[in-house]
Structure formats: structure tokens, C-alpha cells
């Protein structure tokens, strides 16, 4: 293998990539869009949701209560009505997410003693968010039923026994319980993606479409030499982006990094030669530009977006699904980058993820290689 002519082809496929400028732009506008659109487009907090209140009693026991879901970050209290017919007016026209309705009785029963029930009115046409919703309803409520409890044994001159078991939650890695750091970790694999498998699959199908591929059959170049001519530069172009993307997270989000770049580097080198190596094997089967990027948009960018972890947890699909995710690279990228971002887990540990990177990388390349031939049929 000359590197002199493995180095022509190279530059070969770089004028390439100048002259196209839609493959110019995919290669330095998307890494920056993908990750602004999913870090400021995609937001999992369930903030601010829009609350509409029936007060029936009117007293300074339900203000209270009120009180406590306005002070709560998760709630906006918009408006307090004066019928039932008026908030299901504003659940079904979508002004608000959750309707309160406090009792007439509510103040007489909490003096009683007695139990009192607060009903809330869930908009569950998105049942996660309506899943939050009554989580959080039902939490504040409780800290206020505790606060009332023992205000009202005190009055009576009762000690309060406490609860025997109780709850001390502590979050860590992401501490904040921010989506965005969820999120944007695992936009890398679908820049990688873009990048590796959805470019390098026209690599070869554009020389056949337009009648080049014959010239370089003719050439002393060797098939190995013209697949790594080839790749070189979008193995540089996605290093490259690897780096724009983490440093656009950590400096722009703020997502936390606290692990090793060398072996985020390295994960990334990994999972970039088995989608290169893989798009360069749909260019060599296809031999049409529109039927690879089409069958390279199917394998790798989908997957990765659906299946990979990065947006669904892959513990929550069907069985069938988790034992498909196993096959896809990307599974095990998205778990690396979050890792290495969020845990800072060292490189040693992480070989559950590197070891099946790795055998990816060396069966596409292995397969791309076996592919390509320099010949006509």
C-alpha cells in the first residue's frame, strides 16, 4: 500500500467535498444545529404547567394550600375561577394542564380532623406529562396534609409521633435533574451518524453515477487504497465535529464533563470507523446515490435517534427491542458519552460499552473491505 496514492485520494475526496456544497454544509452546519436544536428544541422539565383553580371555600386553609403550588416551580397558577363548567372550559381548550378543585367543606373538615379530599383534573392527552403532573400534585399536597397534622395535634396538646420510615433522596450526576444534560451527550452519535454512515455512503455510488469509477479502475491505486483515501477526510471531519459538539455542550449548556477527553476521543474514533466503514459498504452495494443515503438514513441515523438510548430508555421498550438495540453501535456510544460526561467513569471501567465498539469497528471494516473490488461487475 503506497501512501503517497492513498494521500492523492484523500485530497481527491476533499475537492469533492468542497464542490458540493450540500455535503460542505452537512459537514459544518449540522453538528452546531443538531446540538443547539435538541439542547434549546427538546426540554423533558416539566416546569411552569398552566393550573386553573375552583376555590369553593374561600378560606385561609385553601388559600394556603394555594399558596404552596405557586411557590412550586413546577406549577403557574393562571387563574382562579368561579365554576366548574369554567375550568373544564380551560382543560379542553388547552389553557390549562391541571384544574384544581378545593372543596366548600375543605376549612370546616381540616378543624374536624377529618379526612378531605382536593380534586385535580389532569389533562392526560400526553400521559407523561400528565404522569408528572399528578406526582407533583399529590407531593405538595402531602407536605401541606403533614404541616396541618401536626399544627392540629399541637393545638390539642399531642406529640406528633413520627413516620417510621422516611425518604432522604439524593441525585447525583446530574444534580439539577436538567434534561439538557440528558440530551445533548447523545447528540454526538447523531452527528457521528450523519457524518460517518449518511456521507461516506455516496463516496463510491457518485464515482459509478457519473462514470469516474472506470478512471480509477484503470489507476495503479489499490482497492485498500482507495477505501482509506476515501474515508480519511470524514474520519478528520468527525473528529473534528466530536470536538465542536462537546465544546458547544460543556461551554454553552453547561452540560457537566467530568470525565477523560482522551477517552472520549478514543470512544469516538471507535464508533466513527464503524459507521464510516459501514456507509462505505452501502456505497459499494447501492451504486446510487439516492438508494444509499435512503438505506443509510434507514441503519444508522433512525436507530440511533430511536433506539440507542439517547432520547427513550432502553430498559422501558418491549424485550424485542432491547435485544435489538445490541446490535446497533450507537447503543453503546450513547452510553459511553454519558458516562464520560455525567459519572466521569474512567476508561477501565467502561469496557461493556468499548469492547463491542471496537468488534463493530474491525466487522464493518472488515466487511466494507471484502465489499470493494476494483472491478466493473
Not at 33 to 40: E, Q, T
Request: aromatic share 10%; hydrophobic share 55%.
Amino acid at each position: 500500500m503506497s501512501w503517497t496514492r492513498m494521500m492523492v485520494m484523500a485530497k481527491k475526496e476533499v475537492v469533492q467535498i468542497l464542490r458540493d456544497p450540500r455535503s460542505l454544509m452537512i459537514v459544518i452546519a449540522m453538528p452546531a444545529i443538531l446540538v443547539l436544536l435538541f439542547g434549546y428544541g427538546v426540554n423533558l422539565d416539566q416546569k411552569g404547567l398552566p393550573v386553573y383553580v375552583y376555590d369553593q371555600d374561600g378560606s385561609q386553609q385553601s388559600q394556603d394550600l394555594l399558596k404552596r403550588f405557586q411557590a412550586s416551580e413546577y406549577f403557574r397558577v393562571v387563574k382562579a375561577v368561579n365554576n366548574q363548567s369554567e375550568l373544564t372550559r380551560a382543560i379542553d381548550d388547552g389553557d390549562a394542564r391541571m384544574g384544581l378543585v378545593i372543596p366548600w367543606n375543605f376549612s370546616e373538615r381540616l378543624r374536624e380532623g377529618g379526612p378531605v379530599a382536593v380534586q385535580a383534573l389532569v389533562d392526560a392527552t400526553d400521559n407523561n406529562t400528565a404522569n408528572v403532573l399528578i406526582g407533583y400534585a399529590q407531593g405538595v399536597v402531602q407536605g401541606y396534609s403533614a404541616e396541618v397534622q401536626v399544627n392540629w395535634l399541637r393545638t390539642r396538646g399531642l406529640a406528633m409521633q413520627s413516620a417510621p420510615v422516611s425518604v432522604q433522596t439524593r441525585t447525583w450526576y446530574n444534580e439539577d435533574l436538567e434534561s439538557s444534560a440528558f440530551i445533548i451527550p447523545g447528540v454526538l452519535a447523531l452527528v457521528m451518524s450523519v457524518i460517518g454512515a449518511f456521507l461516506t455512503s455516496l463516496t463510491i455510488a457518485r464515482e459509478w453515477e457519473r462514470g469516474t469509477m472506470e478512471q480509477l479502475i484503470s489507476t495503479p491505486v489499490s482497492a485498500m487504497e482507495i477505501m482509506l483515501g476515501k474515508l480519511a477526510p470524514y474520519f478528520v471531519l468527525g473528529m473534528a465535529d466530536t470536538v465542536i459538539c462537546a465544546i458547544i455542550a460543556i461551554y454553552w449548556f453547561h452540560v457537566p464533563f467530568r470525565g477523560s477527553f482522551l477517552t472520549l476521543m478514543a470512544s469516538s474514533a471507535l464508533f466513527l470507523v464503524a459507521v464510516l466503514s459501514l456507509g462505505f459498504f452501502i456505497s459499494v452495494v447501492a451504486k446510487s446515490q439516492f438508494a444509499a443515503s435512503q438505506i443509510a438514513l434507514l441503519i444508522t441515523f433512525l436507530p440511533a435517534f430511536l433506539l440507542s438510548g439517547f432520547l427513550f430508555a432502553i430498559e422501558q421498550m418491549p424485550t424485542v427491542l432491547q435485544w435489538l438495540t445490541r446490535i446497533l453501535p450507537a447503543r453503546y456510544y450513547v452510553s459511553v458519552l454519558k458516562k464520560i460526561f455525567l459519572k466521569g467513569t474512567p476508561a477501565a471501567l467502561l469496557y461493556a460499552d468499548l469492547v463491542p465498539l471496537a468488534i463493530f469497528a474491525i466487522v464493518f471494516a472488515l466487511l466494507a473491505t471484502r465489499a470493494f473490488h476494483k472491478r466493473l461487475a
